[in-house]
């Protein structure tokens, strides 16, 4: 059995043009190389972007407990236009490997299986090692919680899991993520009483209500923070008034606005206290409103425990860097992982979803030893 490299890995999955849910055959491909490595595969279906099923990939070796697993996506963004390269060409050059997932998150996962796969080799450890790949992380996220409920019915027990995601910030290994803030989406509509402009008294401007609510919710401070998150954030993302006349007063206006929010808070209790904010103005200005909040994830972590400290054991040795653990960062697929203890850890996030999206060559042999030796450490 020979070492798969990192570097071809990352290669040949970059080539499968995995966009909006396509799988491409990468999944095919992927459970090959681990069926050979000795890990029982399962393709699990969940809802596409189309009219076909995302393809979504459970493959574990060893059958024991500790049960430690890693989880990726090989979906990646569009954004393909303008680069020097083909975007699934995989062109190594300068010690960059350039394609759209050399980042996020198709490297990752590369180093991943080329740790596993030396690991195995050179290890007879007590325990199982596993694998999660959804196909639509990027898009619509149906993938990991339908994996995990696979999971959970057929009693599944995972001790640990690692998130691949591109965590390290200006070098290899400086951030561990151990949780992530929340994300909340908001449409609101302020209703008032259309009418000419030069009538005053006459109409109900929804503009100006809007104006003061937005300065209101822009003004309150929603809590001061914790050790690990920063005081959750509201902001503004669209406004819309639907009026093509001068001289009328519309009958309704809107906001847009995402919240990103700490542990402080649930979405429920977040809703409900921007719900009292709005109302008290809304009243005052004998408008009416509306509101619809879509949630994309609570806020999350894991309380640092003696894994995350051992991953940053591992981290100084091998990069002599001191991790900063911290819940930077958008949303990602460890929202659907409930209590399972984690963390993220992987390559470089400094051209993700851009342009010439690229990893340094030596960053990936970096990210692979690391894995190794948490491995090593893990089942020791
Ligand atoms: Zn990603």
């Not at 694998?131 to 057929?154: C, Q, S």
């Not at 009026?243 to 009328?248: A, F, Y």
């Amino acid at each position: 059995m020979k070492n798969f490299d990192e570097i071809k890995l990352a290669k040949e999955l970059i080539r499968f043009p995995t966009i909006m849910t396509e799988d491409r055959g990468i999944m095919k491909f992927l459970s090959k190389k681990l069926s050979s490595m000795g890990f029982k595969c399962k393709i699990i279906k969940s809802k596409g972007l189309n009219s076909k099923p995302a393809l979504n990939l459970f493959a574990k070796f060893g059958n024991s407990r500790p049960h430690i697993s890693f989880l990726g996506h090989t979906d990646v963004v569009l954004n393909l236009e303008n680069w020097s390269f083909s975007p699934f060409k995989s062109v190594i050059k300068k010690g960059y490997l350039y394609g759209r997932g050399a980042q996020d998150m198709k490297g990752g996962i590369a180093c991943w299986i080329s740790a596993v796969r030396k690991f195995i080799k050179s290890d007879n450890f007590k325990g199982s090692i596993s694998i999660i790949i959804a196909a639509d992380e990027e898009t619509t996220g149906y993938g990991t919680p339908t994996v995990i409920n696979y999971l959970r019915k057929r009693k599944e027990k995972i001790d640990f899991i690692i998130v691949g995601e591109p965590s390290s910030n200006k070098k290899i290994g400086d951030e561990i993520r151990i949780g992530r803030r929340g994300s909340m989406n908001a449409i609101l509509t302020v209703i008032g009483k259309s009418g000419h402009t030069a009538f005053h008294g006459s109409y109900i401007n929804p503009c100006t209500t809007l104006a003061r609510i937005i300065a209101k919710l822009k003004n309150t401070r929603l809590d001061s923070g914790t050790k690990y998150m920063p005081p959750s954030h509201l902001e503004i993302s669209k406004m819309n008034v639907d009026n093509l006349s001068e001289n009328v007063v519309p009958q309704s206006a809107e906001a847009y606005f995402n919240v990103r929010f700490n542990l402080k808070h649930k979405s429920s209790s977040l809703k409900k206290k921007l719900n009292r904010i709005i109302s008290t103005v809304v009243k005052k200005d004998k408008c009416k409103f509306k509101i619809d909040y879509r949630v994309s994830g609570e806020a999350f972590y894991t309380k640092p425990n003696k894994e995350i400290y051992m991953v940053k054991k591992v981290i100084k040795k091998i990069t002599n860097t001191s991790a900063k653990l911290n819940c930077r960062g958008g949303t990602s697929d460890s929202r659907f992982l409930g209590s399972i203890p984690r963390l993220e850890l992987g390559l470089r996030n400094n051209t993700i979803h851009m342009v010439d999206e690229r990893t340094s060559v030596s960053d990936m042999k970096k990210l692979s030893k690391i894995y190794y030796s948490i491995l090593d450490n893990y089942f020791a």
